[in-house]
T-cell receptor, first 117, second 115 residues
Framework: DTAVSQTPKYLVTQMGNDKSIKCEQN?????MYWYKQDSKKFLKIMFS???????INETVPNRFSPKSPDKAHLNLHINSLELGDSAVYFC????????????????FGPGTRLTVL | AQSVTQLDSQVPVFEEAPVELRCNYS??????LFWYVQYPNQGLQLLLK??????LVKGINGFEAEFNKSQTSFHLRKPSVHISDTAEYFC?????????????FGKGTKLSVKP
């Protein structure tokens, strides 16, 4: 069974379009994340979210917005796509630990390769 | 602020040879450290982690890493590599005072194992 799944696997679209990437985890975790991996493989966190708070990396443009319909899903919406948004986007999840600890393993999805033309 | 430096962007090595992938970090507070592996066209998978205690940690697939606080390093090692170890390896650091689960990743080291 897939632990963290993402759809679609590939997404090719034109500049200016609005698109969404879906993420689902069946691990019962309560914290989910979105990462962006650029062409040089550099991996950068965009958002982390649990039922208490959304933490946004301040460098992420507000064209990007996460939406969580329930604890098992964290979708990524992107408005007005730009060429520089082309990257691989990874969703991940982890279990929040007691006492505010954040050192638990993150489980990653297979990634969505977004190409903006 | 924290940062992670992976000193080698590419490491070519022959099969059955030993390998060390270097990782250095900077942080003003206590840290925890991870090594993740990314096989081609796949997501990241945890190899091992250091939280506290013994500085030598063992992970999957025969990998191990040693936390060295004085040198702020967390180098990954394997005594004998296989072709199947060809992948991108990422070192990541988080701190106990930071945002929930947020990790800072290094830029990755591509390990290429040749027959």
């Amino acid at each position: 069974d897939t632990a963290v799944s993402q759809t679609p696997k590939y997404l090719v679209t034109q500049m200016g379009n609005d698109k969404s990437i879906k993420c689902e985890q069946n691990l019962g975790h309560d914290t989910m994340y979105w990462y962006k991996q650029d062409s040089k493989k550099f991996l950068k966190i965009m958002f982390s979210y649990n039922n208490k708070e959304l933490i946004i990396n301040e460098t992420v443009p507000n064209r990007f917005s996460p939406k969580s319909p329930d604890k098992a899903h964290l979708n990524l919406h992107i408005n007005s796509l730009e060429l520089g948004d082309s990257a691989v986007y990874f969703c991940a999840s982890s279990q929040e630990l007691a006492g505010g600890r954040a050192d638990n393993e993150q489980f990653f999805g297979p990634g969505t390769r977004l190409t903006v033309l | 602020a924290q940062s992670v430096t992976q000193l080698d962007s590419q490491v070519p090595v022959f099969e059955e040879a030993p390998v060390e992938l270097r990782c250095n970090y900077s942080s003003s507070v206590s840290v925890y450290l991870f090594w993740y592996v990314q096989y081609p066209n796949q997501g990241l998978q945890l190899l091992l982690k250091y939280l506290s205690g013994s500085t030598l940690v063992k992970g999957i697939n025969g990998f191990e890493a040693e936390f060295n606080k004085s040198q702020t390093s967390f180098h990954l090692r394997k005594p004998s590599v296989h072709i199947s170890d060809t992948a991108e390896y990422f070192c990541a650091v988080g701190n106990y005072g930071g945002s929930q689960g947020n990790l800072i990743f290094g830029k990755g080291t591509k390990l290429s194992v040749k027959p």
